[in-house]
Protein backbone atom coordinates (compact mmCIF):
# COMPACT_ATOMS: atom_id res chain seq x y z
CA UNK A 1 0.00 0.00 0.00
CA UNK A 2 2.70 2.65 0.95
CA UNK A 3 4.44 1.78 -1.93
CA UNK A 4 1.35 2.74 -4.13
CA UNK A 5 1.19 5.88 -2.95
CA UNK A 6 4.80 6.86 -3.15
CA UNK A 7 4.87 6.07 -6.93
CA UNK A 8 1.74 7.40 -7.60
CA UNK A 9 3.58 11.30 -5.47
CA UNK A 10 6.49 10.25 -7.85
CA UNK A 11 4.43 9.70 -10.59
CA UNK A 12 3.11 13.08 -10.58
CA UNK A 13 6.58 14.77 -9.76
CA UNK A 14 8.00 13.12 -12.77
CA UNK A 15 5.21 14.57 -14.86
CA UNK A 16 6.13 17.78 -13.75
CA UNK A 17 9.37 17.57 -14.52
CA UNK A 18 9.15 16.18 -18.28
CA UNK A 19 6.61 19.25 -18.46
CA UNK A 20 9.61 21.23 -17.75
CA UNK A 21 11.70 19.36 -20.22
CA UNK A 22 9.37 19.66 -23.18
CA UNK A 23 9.60 23.03 -22.08
CA UNK A 24 13.03 23.53 -22.01
CA UNK A 25 13.17 24.86 -18.60
CA UNK A 26 14.39 22.24 -16.25
CA UNK A 27 16.19 23.59 -13.85
CA UNK A 28 19.43 21.48 -12.46
CA UNK A 29 22.31 22.42 -10.48
CA UNK A 30 25.80 23.42 -11.99
CA UNK A 31 29.04 23.60 -9.82
CA UNK A 32 30.97 26.68 -10.66
CA UNK A 33 32.62 26.09 -14.07
CA UNK A 34 35.85 28.42 -13.68
CA UNK A 35 34.99 30.55 -16.68
CA UNK A 36 34.95 34.82 -16.23
CA UNK A 37 32.34 35.73 -13.86
CA UNK A 38 29.60 37.77 -16.15
CA UNK A 39 26.71 36.07 -14.00
CA UNK A 40 27.45 36.06 -10.31
CA UNK A 41 25.94 39.27 -7.76
CA UNK A 42 29.74 39.91 -6.52
CA UNK A 43 29.42 42.91 -7.61
CA UNK A 44 32.34 44.29 -6.02
CA UNK A 45 34.34 41.40 -6.32
CA UNK A 46 34.11 41.12 -2.16
CA UNK A 47 33.47 37.69 -1.93
CA UNK A 48 36.48 36.89 -3.95
CA UNK A 49 38.91 40.05 -2.28
CA UNK A 50 41.65 38.07 -0.36
CA UNK A 51 42.29 41.41 1.60
CA UNK A 52 38.72 41.08 2.97
CA UNK A 53 39.11 37.52 3.85
CA UNK A 54 42.23 38.10 5.79
CA UNK A 55 40.35 41.47 7.25
CA UNK A 56 37.53 38.76 8.60
CA UNK A 57 40.27 35.73 9.62
CA UNK A 58 41.69 38.70 12.27
CA UNK A 59 38.54 40.01 13.50
CA UNK A 60 37.80 35.99 14.45
CA UNK A 61 40.71 35.75 16.05
CA UNK A 62 40.19 39.11 17.72
CA UNK A 63 36.96 38.34 18.96
CA UNK A 64 37.12 37.42 22.59
CA UNK A 65 33.92 34.76 22.83
CA UNK A 66 34.01 32.23 20.20
CA UNK A 67 30.96 29.87 19.46
CA UNK A 68 30.73 27.76 15.95
CA UNK A 69 27.07 28.31 15.85
CA UNK A 70 24.75 30.80 17.47
CA UNK A 71 22.84 27.82 19.44
CA UNK A 72 19.60 29.50 19.22
CA UNK A 73 16.80 31.98 17.59
CA UNK A 74 17.67 35.91 18.85
CA UNK A 75 14.72 35.80 21.29
CA UNK A 76 16.47 32.75 22.96
CA UNK A 77 20.23 31.66 22.97
CA UNK A 78 21.41 33.20 19.95
CA UNK A 79 21.52 37.09 20.33
CA UNK A 80 24.82 39.17 21.37
CA UNK A 81 26.33 42.34 21.49
CA UNK A 82 27.52 42.55 17.55
CA UNK A 83 23.91 42.10 16.49
CA UNK A 84 23.03 45.08 17.81
CA UNK A 85 25.80 47.09 17.09
CA UNK A 86 25.93 46.12 13.72
CA UNK A 87 22.43 46.68 13.60
CA UNK A 88 22.89 50.16 14.70
CA UNK A 89 25.88 50.93 13.06
CA UNK A 90 23.99 49.77 9.38
CA UNK A 91 20.79 51.30 10.05
CA UNK A 92 23.22 55.11 10.24
CA UNK A 93 25.34 53.82 7.68
CA UNK A 94 22.35 54.09 4.90
CA UNK A 95 20.76 56.85 7.36
CA UNK A 96 17.54 54.83 8.56
CA UNK A 97 16.50 54.78 12.87
CA UNK A 98 17.37 51.12 13.35
CA UNK A 99 17.48 47.80 11.81
CA UNK A 100 16.86 44.08 12.55
CA UNK A 101 19.06 41.41 10.54
CA UNK A 102 17.40 38.98 9.03
CA UNK A 103 19.48 35.15 8.26
CA UNK A 104 18.80 36.09 4.10
CA UNK A 105 17.30 38.08 2.03
CA UNK A 106 14.59 35.97 1.41
CA UNK A 107 13.76 35.79 5.35
CA UNK A 108 13.47 39.45 5.58
CA UNK A 109 11.14 39.69 2.79
CA UNK A 110 9.20 36.88 3.61
CA UNK A 111 8.59 37.72 7.12
CA UNK A 112 8.43 41.34 6.98
CA UNK A 113 5.82 41.34 4.24
CA UNK A 114 3.51 38.32 5.90
CA UNK A 115 3.16 40.09 9.27
CA UNK A 116 2.83 43.86 8.72
CA UNK A 117 -0.76 44.18 7.27
CA UNK A 118 -3.85 43.35 8.60
CA UNK A 119 -6.48 41.42 6.97
CA UNK A 120 -8.09 45.01 6.36
CA UNK A 121 -4.83 46.46 4.82
CA UNK A 122 -4.27 46.58 1.20
CA UNK A 123 -0.77 45.82 -0.23
CA UNK A 124 0.42 47.22 -3.63
CA UNK A 125 3.72 45.63 -5.39
CA UNK A 126 5.08 45.90 -9.02
CA UNK A 127 4.44 42.90 -10.84
CA UNK A 128 7.84 42.01 -11.13
CA UNK A 129 8.94 42.16 -7.81
CA UNK A 130 11.16 39.55 -6.66
CA UNK A 131 9.35 35.74 -5.54
CA UNK A 132 10.63 36.43 -1.47
CA UNK A 133 8.20 39.16 -1.23
CA UNK A 134 5.62 37.86 -3.59
CA UNK A 135 5.57 34.89 -0.98
CA UNK A 136 5.91 37.05 1.57
CA UNK A 137 2.66 38.77 0.16
CA UNK A 138 0.78 35.60 -0.19
CA UNK A 139 1.50 34.60 3.51
CA UNK A 140 -0.26 37.44 4.62
CA UNK A 141 -4.15 37.77 5.24
CA UNK A 142 -3.96 41.68 3.73
CA UNK A 143 -5.62 42.02 0.34
CA UNK A 144 -2.82 42.24 -2.47
CA UNK A 145 -2.52 43.69 -5.98
CA UNK A 146 0.38 43.56 -8.39
CA UNK A 147 0.48 46.71 -10.89
CA UNK A 148 2.19 47.13 -13.90
CA UNK A 149 6.17 47.70 -13.81
CA UNK A 150 7.28 51.06 -13.09
CA UNK A 151 3.46 52.34 -13.73
CA UNK A 152 2.66 55.26 -11.84
CA UNK A 153 -0.60 55.56 -13.45
CA UNK A 154 -1.88 52.27 -12.72
CA UNK A 155 -0.12 52.76 -9.03
CA UNK A 156 -1.95 55.49 -8.30
CA UNK A 157 -5.96 54.19 -9.63
CA UNK A 158 -4.57 51.28 -7.22
CA UNK A 159 -3.88 53.16 -4.41
CA UNK A 160 -7.33 55.23 -4.74
CA UNK A 161 -9.42 52.00 -4.45
CA UNK A 162 -7.72 50.40 -1.71
CA UNK A 163 -8.74 50.05 1.73
CA UNK A 164 -7.62 49.72 5.55
CA UNK A 165 -3.79 50.49 5.55
CA UNK A 166 -2.06 51.00 2.53
CA UNK A 167 1.36 49.37 1.77
CA UNK A 168 3.24 49.71 -1.46
CA UNK A 169 6.47 47.22 -2.36
CA UNK A 170 9.16 47.92 -5.14
CA UNK A 171 12.19 46.86 -5.61
CA UNK A 172 14.97 50.33 -6.35
CA UNK A 173 16.59 48.02 -9.06
CA UNK A 174 14.91 45.23 -10.21
CA UNK A 175 17.01 42.10 -10.27
CA UNK A 176 15.70 39.98 -13.09
CA UNK A 177 15.78 43.26 -15.31
CA UNK A 178 18.76 45.95 -13.74
CA UNK A 179 15.98 48.68 -14.26
CA UNK A 180 15.44 51.32 -11.66
CA UNK A 181 11.74 51.97 -10.07
CA UNK A 182 10.93 55.89 -10.50
CA UNK A 183 11.32 56.24 -6.78
CA UNK A 184 11.19 60.09 -6.35
CA UNK A 185 7.46 59.80 -8.09
CA UNK A 186 6.48 56.76 -5.92
CA UNK A 187 7.72 58.57 -2.79
CA UNK A 188 5.63 61.26 -3.94
CA UNK A 189 2.40 59.19 -4.05
CA UNK A 190 2.74 57.34 -1.23
CA UNK A 191 2.98 60.81 0.78
CA UNK A 192 0.37 62.19 -1.21
CA UNK A 193 -2.20 58.89 0.07
CA UNK A 194 -0.65 57.85 2.91
CA UNK A 195 0.39 54.89 1.55
CA UNK A 196 3.49 53.02 3.22
CA UNK A 197 6.58 52.49 1.01
CA UNK A 198 8.51 49.58 1.57
CA UNK A 199 11.88 49.03 -0.87
CA UNK A 200 13.83 45.98 -1.49
CA UNK A 201 17.29 47.41 -2.03
CA UNK A 202 18.97 44.33 -2.33
CA UNK A 203 20.96 45.15 -5.87
CA UNK A 204 21.56 48.65 -5.36
CA UNK A 205 23.49 47.74 -2.06
CA UNK A 206 27.16 48.85 -2.46
CA UNK A 207 26.43 50.02 -6.37
CA UNK A 208 24.22 53.33 -5.77
CA UNK A 209 24.92 56.01 -3.67
CA UNK A 210 28.66 57.84 -2.71
CA UNK A 211 29.65 54.39 -0.59
CA UNK A 212 26.93 52.36 -1.28
CA UNK A 213 24.23 52.90 0.71
CA UNK A 214 21.47 52.06 -2.36
CA UNK A 215 19.26 54.05 -4.05
CA UNK A 216 16.99 55.91 -1.46
CA UNK A 217 19.87 57.83 -0.09
CA UNK A 218 21.19 58.89 -3.71
CA UNK A 219 17.77 60.05 -4.12
CA UNK A 220 17.09 61.39 -0.49
CA UNK A 221 14.12 59.47 0.22
CA UNK A 222 14.97 58.13 3.74
CA UNK A 223 12.16 59.92 5.16
CA UNK A 224 9.52 59.07 2.92
CA UNK A 225 10.38 55.32 3.19
CA UNK A 226 8.38 52.87 5.29
CA UNK A 227 11.03 49.82 5.21
CA UNK A 228 14.10 49.20 3.43
CA UNK A 229 15.48 45.74 2.66
CA UNK A 230 19.08 45.32 2.34
CA UNK A 231 21.16 42.33 1.89
CA UNK A 232 24.59 41.13 2.51
CA UNK A 233 24.75 38.45 -0.32
CA UNK A 234 25.47 40.65 -2.66
CA UNK A 235 27.64 43.39 -3.31
CA UNK A 236 28.82 42.92 0.25
CA UNK A 237 29.88 39.24 -0.77
CA UNK A 238 28.37 37.11 2.42
CA UNK A 239 25.23 36.33 3.64
CA UNK A 240 22.18 37.51 5.25
CA UNK A 241 19.77 40.80 5.52
CA UNK A 242 18.65 43.72 6.96
CA UNK A 243 15.46 45.63 7.40
CA UNK A 244 15.62 49.29 8.40
CA UNK A 245 13.23 51.42 9.66
CA UNK A 246 11.88 53.65 12.89
CA UNK A 247 12.52 51.67 16.60
CA UNK A 248 9.07 50.46 16.58
CA UNK A 249 8.96 48.69 13.29
CA UNK A 250 12.24 46.91 14.85
CA UNK A 251 10.18 46.18 17.86
CA UNK A 252 7.51 45.16 16.01
CA UNK A 253 9.52 42.98 13.94
CA UNK A 254 11.21 40.98 16.87
CA UNK A 255 7.60 40.28 18.20
CA UNK A 256 5.15 39.45 15.52
CA UNK A 257 7.90 38.35 12.22
CA UNK A 258 7.90 34.75 12.10
CA UNK A 259 10.98 34.63 9.96
CA UNK A 260 12.85 35.95 12.72
CA UNK A 261 11.32 34.44 15.47
CA UNK A 262 11.40 30.92 14.71
CA UNK A 263 14.79 30.14 13.45
CA UNK A 264 18.27 29.68 14.57
CA UNK A 265 20.61 33.17 14.47
CA UNK A 266 23.33 33.86 12.42
CA UNK A 267 26.74 32.95 13.22
CA UNK A 268 29.54 34.42 14.71
CA UNK A 269 31.54 34.39 11.61
CA UNK A 270 28.22 35.69 9.37
CA UNK A 271 28.38 38.90 11.90
CA UNK A 272 31.93 39.21 11.54
CA UNK A 273 32.08 39.00 7.56
CA UNK A 274 28.97 41.55 7.37
CA UNK A 275 30.65 43.71 10.00
CA UNK A 276 34.37 43.51 7.75
CA UNK A 277 32.78 43.77 4.42
CA UNK A 278 30.81 47.16 5.19
CA UNK A 279 34.16 48.21 6.60
CA UNK A 280 35.68 47.67 3.68
CA UNK A 281 32.92 48.97 1.96
CA UNK A 282 33.42 52.49 3.09
CA UNK A 283 37.33 52.12 2.64
CA UNK A 284 37.48 51.31 -0.83
CA UNK A 285 35.07 53.80 -2.45
CA UNK A 286 36.96 53.23 -5.66
CA UNK A 287 36.01 49.91 -6.29
CA UNK A 288 32.06 51.46 -6.54
CA UNK A 289 34.02 53.89 -9.11
CA UNK A 290 35.65 50.96 -10.72
CA UNK A 291 32.08 48.97 -10.94
CA UNK A 292 30.44 51.88 -12.42
CA UNK A 293 33.14 52.89 -15.17
CA UNK A 294 32.74 48.80 -16.13
CA UNK A 295 29.23 49.27 -16.49
CA UNK A 296 29.29 52.51 -18.60
CA UNK A 297 32.08 50.91 -20.47
CA UNK A 298 29.55 48.27 -21.05
CA UNK A 299 26.95 49.95 -22.31
CA UNK A 300 29.48 52.23 -24.74
CA UNK A 301 30.99 49.64 -26.35
CA UNK A 302 27.87 47.75 -26.88
CA UNK A 303 26.87 47.50 -30.78
CA UNK A 304 23.89 49.08 -32.24
CA UNK A 305 21.89 45.78 -32.93
CA UNK A 306 21.62 44.90 -29.81
CA UNK A 307 21.34 47.79 -27.99
CA UNK A 308 17.95 47.84 -29.27
CA UNK A 309 17.55 44.56 -27.10
CA UNK A 310 19.22 45.81 -23.73
CA UNK A 311 16.56 46.79 -21.24
CA UNK A 312 17.62 50.28 -20.17
CA UNK A 313 19.49 50.20 -17.19
CA UNK A 314 22.54 51.76 -14.87
CA UNK A 315 23.03 48.97 -12.68
CA UNK A 316 25.00 46.00 -12.91
CA UNK A 317 22.90 43.44 -14.21
CA UNK A 318 22.22 44.30 -18.23
CA UNK A 319 19.64 42.17 -20.36
CA UNK A 320 19.67 41.18 -23.52
CA UNK A 321 16.10 40.27 -24.43
CA UNK A 322 16.30 37.05 -26.60
CA UNK A 323 12.46 35.47 -26.84
CA UNK A 324 12.38 31.75 -26.92
CA UNK A 325 13.56 29.06 -23.90
CA UNK A 326 15.96 27.80 -26.69
CA UNK A 327 17.07 30.48 -28.58
CA UNK A 328 18.70 31.82 -25.28
CA UNK A 329 19.47 28.44 -24.17
CA UNK A 330 22.01 27.95 -26.93
CA UNK A 331 23.19 31.35 -27.08
CA UNK A 332 24.53 31.65 -23.39
CA UNK A 333 25.90 27.64 -24.38
CA UNK A 334 27.89 29.57 -27.52
CA UNK A 335 29.24 32.27 -25.16
CA UNK A 336 29.99 30.20 -22.25
CA UNK A 337 31.96 28.20 -24.50
CA UNK A 338 33.57 31.45 -25.40
CA UNK A 339 34.76 31.40 -22.03
CA UNK A 340 32.45 33.95 -20.14
CA UNK A 341 30.30 32.51 -17.68
CA UNK A 342 26.45 34.23 -18.48
CA UNK A 343 23.19 32.66 -17.75
CA UNK A 344 20.11 32.90 -19.72
CA UNK A 345 16.79 33.58 -17.64
CA UNK A 346 13.85 31.57 -18.95
CA UNK A 347 10.52 31.34 -19.20
CA UNK A 348 8.62 30.86 -16.16
CA UNK A 349 11.50 33.00 -14.44
CA UNK A 350 10.23 35.62 -16.40
CA UNK A 351 7.50 35.66 -19.09
CA UNK A 352 7.58 34.01 -22.14
CA UNK A 353 8.74 36.55 -24.93
CA UNK A 354 10.96 37.88 -22.91
CA UNK A 355 13.55 35.66 -22.00
CA UNK A 356 16.72 37.12 -21.36
CA UNK A 357 20.98 36.87 -21.51
CA UNK A 358 21.00 38.28 -17.68
CA UNK A 359 25.00 39.75 -17.67
CA UNK A 360 26.12 40.96 -14.54
CA UNK A 361 29.05 43.38 -14.45
CA UNK A 362 31.77 43.43 -11.85
CA UNK A 363 34.42 46.16 -10.79
CA UNK A 364 36.66 43.10 -11.02
CA UNK A 365 35.66 42.74 -15.10
CA UNK A 366 38.31 44.27 -16.79
CA UNK A 367 38.21 45.82 -20.00
CA UNK A 368 39.60 43.42 -22.40
CA UNK A 369 37.06 41.10 -20.56
CA UNK A 370 34.01 43.02 -21.48
CA UNK A 371 35.28 42.95 -25.24
CA UNK A 372 36.41 39.69 -25.30
CA UNK A 373 32.32 39.02 -23.59
CA UNK A 374 30.76 41.58 -26.46
CA UNK A 375 32.49 40.06 -29.80
CA UNK A 376 31.03 36.80 -28.55
CA UNK A 377 27.74 38.06 -28.86
CA UNK A 378 26.24 38.26 -32.24
CA UNK A 379 25.07 40.97 -34.12
CA UNK A 380 21.50 40.87 -34.10
C1 LIG B 1 15.42 41.66 -5.13
C2 LIG B 1 15.83 40.54 -4.24
N1 LIG B 1 15.35 40.50 -2.98
C3 LIG B 1 15.68 39.51 -2.14
C4 LIG B 1 16.52 38.50 -2.53
C5 LIG B 1 16.83 37.41 -1.57
O1 LIG B 1 18.04 37.67 -0.93
P1 LIG B 1 18.91 36.46 -0.35
O2 LIG B 1 19.64 35.89 -1.53
O3 LIG B 1 19.79 37.12 0.66
O4 LIG B 1 17.97 35.49 0.23
C6 LIG B 1 17.07 38.51 -3.81
C7 LIG B 1 18.02 37.46 -4.20
O5 LIG B 1 17.93 36.76 -5.14
C8 LIG B 1 16.70 39.55 -4.70
O6 LIG B 1 17.17 39.56 -5.95
Redesign the pocket.
Given at each position: MVCTIMSEIDERLRTALDERISQQSLRTLTLNNGLIDFCS?DYLGFSRSTQLQKNIREAEENYPVHHIGSTGSRLLSGNNHLFEELEQRIASFHDAEAGLIFN??????IGLLSCIAKRTDTILYDQL??A??RDGVRLSYARSFSFAHNNINELEQKIKSATGNIFVVV?S???MDGDCAPLQEIAKLCSHYGANLIV?E??ATGVFGEKGEGKIVELGLQKQVFAR?H????ALGC???IVLGSETLRSYLINFCRSFIYTTALPLHSLLSIQCAYNFMESNAEMLIQLRNRIAYFKNNIGKMLKQSLIESNSAIQCIIIPGNENVRALAKQIQEAGFDVRPILHPTVPAGSERLRICLHAFNTEKEIDGLLQSLPLV
Open positions: NSGYDANVHSIEIYSDAHVTFGKHGA
